[in-house]
């Protein structure tokens, strides 16, 4: 469902500008259009323009009449993708980065920004960098295509070639946008969030290395684990944060040990392998040493005979609830009938599957996690570990 009557292919920014002049929101020259003299005004209105419309014409095709049009003007990729006009994919990207005046749209809060100084130039309240030649759009874009594209595998590159694969790829319609669109939502909600413990931390928000390697870092944990939860974020930018500094860091030990593959040292590898989001293969290899240094910090925090891994740093979520009968049935059994919290005769009518490691907590829907408790202990139990729980009742009933 199209939001226009027709597409902008190019010279949208001077139509917008004109419009603002004549509604005096902007000033040409030092004037607004309103201080403008009687005959001023009607040179200005008479003057005549002259559009080019055409009929029923791809999106491929919008793409190629933009580009020859803009040979002699720099215009770059993404700007060029974006005079795609009113397709989902474009629509999608541009409404999440940025409202659009014509539409009022809700744009993702990462993205907040405010006028300042005599230029009321913008500052981002989440990011260290602005959105000047659609630099925010464009990693957007990269973002998307993996969730579009590449949705079991998401940690990986997005070339701008297939970037505009995807723009001109017509079955990526509305329906599949609203399917996608949380996704993609989610991702920048977990950006946002480190933001805010950037800024907790250090002066800015997001640099675009932050950026870029946050996203990898996320992607992996999809990849790896599914559906998982950050309990505490700060903790999490924390280790993140630290093992970043260290792999950049020019006096650390990474600036002494050479990547073979690069002939770089690792320090530098790191710094251009994250610079560089249309490459998966070093895409992968920096996201490789971020986990590794990540895991190497819990270590240090944990004590003698623990392990330590990034996955100590989130929860993750079993996608099966419940049990199945056949699990429950073999594992009262295997309990000989007797509830695993109170070690009394129980029977089938009043039993329930509990999770030994609630399910909250991370803990998976499989016969090793089950235990058969009794229903009223189970829904007093809420989202506390099974031994946890146990000891709970043991103090109550001392009490």
């Not at 710094?271 to 490459?279: E, H, M, Q, R, V």
Request: hydrophobic residues 35%; glycine residues 6%; proline residues 1%.
């Amino acid at each position: 469902m199209t939001k226009f009557e027709y597409d902008s292919i190019d010279g949208g920014h001077r139509k917008r500008s004109l419009w603002s002049w004549l509604n005096d929101e902007i000033e040409l020259y030092g004037k607004y259009f309103s201080q403008l003299s009687e005959e001023e005004k009607n040179r200005v209105l008479d003057t005549q323009l002259t559009f080019d419309i055409y009929n029923k014409i791809s999106t491929k095709e919008k793409g190629y009449i933009f580009r020859t049009l803009n040979k002699t003007t720099d215009v770059n990729f993404i700007e060029m993708v974006n005079a795609f006009g009113d397709i989902p994919i474009a629509n999608f990207i541009r409404e999440t980065v940025r409202r659009i005046k014509q539409i009022d749209n809700q744009y993702h809060d990462l993205f907040t920004f405010y006028f300042c100084g005599k230029k009321q130039e913008p500052k981002y309240q989440w990011l260290s960098f602005d959105n000047d030649r659609l630099k925010q759009d464009h990693a957007v874009a990269r973002i998307a295509y993996r969730y579009f594209m590449h949705s079991d595998e998401l940690l990986g590159g997005a070339s701008d070639s297939q970037i505009e694969e995807m723009y001109q790829d017509e079955s990526i319609t509305d329906a599949k946008v609203s399917s996608i669109s949380p996704k993609v939502k989610k991702h920048l909600d977990f950006l946002r969030i480190m933001a805010d413990c950037r800024k907790e931390r250090f002066k800015n928000g997001l640099t675009q290395h932050d950026f870029k390697a946050l996203s990898y870092l996320y992607f992996y944990l999809l990849d790896t684990y599914g559906s998982f939860e950050i309990d505490d974020s700060d903790k999490f930018f924390k280790v993140y944060a630290e093992a970043n500094t260290k792999l950049m860091n020019q006096d650390d030990k990474y600036a002494k040990i050479i990547h073979k593959d690069s002939g770089y040292t690792v320090n530098v590898m790191y710094k251009k392998y994250i610079a560089a989001p249309w490459d998966t293969k070093k895409i992968k290899t920096a996201t490789t040493y971020l986990i590794g240094e990540m895991g190497e910090l819990r270590m240090g925090e944990l004590r003698m005979g623990e392990m330590g891994d990034i996955d100590d740093l989130i929860k993750t979520k079993d996608p099966k609830r419940n049990f199945t009968v056949a699990e429950k049935e073999a594992k009262l059994a295997a309990q000989k009938f007797k509830c695993a919290i109170d070690g009394k005769s129980l029977k089938w009518e009043d039993a329930h599957a509990a999770h030994i490691i609630a399910h909250k907590n991370g803990g998976r829907t499989v016969y090793s996690n089950l235990a058969m408790v009794r229903a009223c202990y189970n829904t007093e139990m809420g989202s506390m570990d099974l031994n946890e729980y146990k000891v709970y009742k043991k103090l109550m009933n001392a009490a």
